[in-house]
T-cell receptor, first 115, second 113 residues
Framework: DSGVTQTPKHLITATGQRVTLRCSPR?????VYWYQQSLDQGLQFLIH???????AKGNILERFSAQQFPDLHSELNLSSLELGDSALYFC??????????????FGPGTRLTVL | LAKTTQPISMDSYEGQEVNITCSHN???????ITWYQQFPSQGPRFIIQ???TKVTNEVASLFIPADRKSSTLSLPRVSLSDTAVYYC??????????????FGTGTKLQVIP
C-alpha cells in the first residue's frame, strides 16, 4: 500500500459525459501528478500540482482539467468523453517540488471505461 | 523535452542477472534518472534513482556513464516475481524549475523458469 488513494476504482460511463477522478496523496506529500495509461501503452504524464499550484502540463487534452485543493487532495475532471479516453488513470504523490531525489508513490489507479 | 528509449521486451531465465538500458540523449543538467516497476493493473513502484555514476540498493543497481546519455538498470538473480514492465523516467526541468515528466515506453521483462 503506497498510501495514495484514488476513487473510484472503476468507472463506466457513456460518450459525451463528464467524470471526476479523485486522489488523496500520502500524508505530508505536497506534489500530485496525474498520468494516463491506455491499454498496453506506457504512462503519459498529464499534469503536476505542487501545494495547490499547477507546475507543469504534459499531454493533457483541453477537455481535461485538474486542481489541487487546500487539503492537498486533487481531482481530475474529464469532459465530453470519447471512446479513446478509456484508460487507467494514475495519481502519484511525492514530498517535494522537484523530481530529483524524490520518489513518486503511485495510487492503485481508476479504470475508466467509456462506452 | 528529454525523450527516453528502451527495448520493448526482454526474456531472462531465473537466477540470471538482467540489464536494461535506457537512452536519454537530451537529458538536462538538473535531471535525475529514475526507474519504476509496474505489474499489470497496478501503479508503478519506485526501484532506484540516480544522477551519475553508480547507485545500488537492496533490489537493483543503476549505472550512469559520465555523459549521462544512457543508464542501465541491473537486476541481480531475477526470479519469476520480477516479471513486469520496467520504466525509465527522466525529469525534465524547465528554466523556471517547472518539470514535465517523461516515462519511457517501458521494457517488458519476462522471467522464464
Amino acid at each position: 500500500d503506497s498510501g495514495v488513494t484514488q476513487t473510484p476504482k472503476h468507472l463506466i460511463t457513456a460518450t459525451g459525459q463528464r467524470v471526476t477522478l479523485r486522489c488523496s496523496p500520502r500524508s505530508g506529500d505536497l506534489s500530485v501528478y496525474w498520468y494516463q495509461q491506455s491499454l498496453d501503452q506506457g504512462l503519459q504524464f498529464l499534469i503536476h500540482y505542487y501545494n495547490g499550484e499547477e507546475r507543469a502540463k504534459g499531454n493533457i487534452l483541453e477537455r481535461f482539467s485538474a486542481q489541487q485543493f487546500p487539503d492537498l487532495h486533487s481531482e481530475l475532471n474529464l469532459s465530453s468523453l470519447e471512446l479513446g479516453d478509456s484508460a487507467l488513470y494514475f495519481c502519484a504523490s511525492s514530498v517535494a517540488f522537484s523530481l530529483g531525489g524524490n520518489e513518486q508513490f503511485f495510487g492503485p489507479g481508476t479504470r475508466l471505461t467509456v462506452l | 523535452l528529454a525523450k527516453t528509449t528502451q527495448p520493448i521486451s526482454m526474456d531472462s531465465y531465473e537466477g540470471q542477472e538482467v540489464n536494461i538500458t535506457c537512452s536519454h540523449n537530451n537529458i538536462a543538467t538538473n535531471d535525475y534518472i529514475t526507474w519504476y516497476q509496474q505489474f499489470p493493473s497496478q501503479g508503478p513502484r519506485f526501484i532506484i534513482q540516480g544522477y551519475k555514476t553508480k547507485v545500488t540498493n537492496e533490489v537493483a543497481s543503476l549505472f550512469i556513464p559520465a555523459d549521462r546519455k544512457s543508464s542501465t538498470l541491473s537486476l541481480p538473480r531475477v526470479s519469476l516475481s520480477d516479471t513486469a514492465v520496467y520504466y525509465c523516467l527522466v525529469g525534465d526541468t524547465h528554466r523556471m524549475g517547472y518539470q514535465k515528466v517523461t516515462f519511457g515506453t517501458g521494457t517488458k521483462l519476462q522471467v522464464i523458469p
